[in-house]
């Protein structure tokens, strides 16, 4: 696979993930929620995340938002590297896809952590209000302090997990929930 084409499906990505995260920020209110194709396992729901997957966060304050921030940049720089040496070892293409696309949603959420803040008015759950781009009085927070616009939402299955399951059992389980997974990582991280 030749670097030129990954780089072309790369921002191909990039641009497709913005063009949506632009859309669900100046079109839904915060929370909202569209079955897509009137399915019930697959959803746009709009959320935005001031941390990392599934809402961990590194710290409160303005410290570790920056590192957040700072450590979004050396993935994406560091991941430069990576995808640039599987090409020239002529990994597989498979392999070079799945690394593209990853390297892609990296891109993508560092730029929300950049710039979101300067462009974009804040949504605010308590409001109900769809969020403007360029606002006149300047957006929600200054660089690096954006947070990641999150939309993609698939409850597969609902259901309560075995009382014999250490930590978990006996509790409500959605898969793919958000909720059910950062539940989860709270307790392995506590």
């Not at 019930?40 to 570790?64: C, Q, S, T, V, Y």
């Not at 730029?111 to 606002?135: H, M, Q, T």
Request: proline share 4%.
């Amino acid at each position: 696979m030749k670097g030129k084409h990954v780089f072309v499906l790369i921002l191909l990505l990039v641009a497709i993930d913005q063009a949506i995260k632009v859309y669900i920020k100046t079109n839904f209110y915060y929370g909202e929620e569209l079955k897509v194709f009137g399915l019930d396992w697959f959803r746009l729901h709009f959320l935005e995340n001031p941390g990392m997957a599934w809402g961990l966060k590194l710290g409160e304050g303005d410290i570790a938002k920056i590192a957040l921030t700072l450590l979004r940049l050396a993935a994406v720089i560091g991941g430069t590297f990576y995808l640039r040496k599987f090409i020239k070892e002529k990994y597989h293409k498979g392999f070079i896809l799945c690394v593209a696309f990853i390297y892609a949603g990296a891109l993508g959420n560092l730029i929300d952590s950049l710039f979101y803040g300067l462009i974009f008015e804040k949504s605010d759950p308590a409001l109900w209000n769809v969020a403007r781009a360029f606002p006149p009085g300047g957006g929600y927070a200054g660089l690096m302090y954006g947070h990641v616009v999150d939309m993609w939402y698939f409850p597969i299955f609902n259901t309560t997990l075995p009382d014999w399951l250490p930590v978990w059992g006996g509790k409500p389980f959605e898969f793919f929930s958000r909720y059910s997974i950062r539940l989860m990582c709270g307790y392995l991280l506590v």
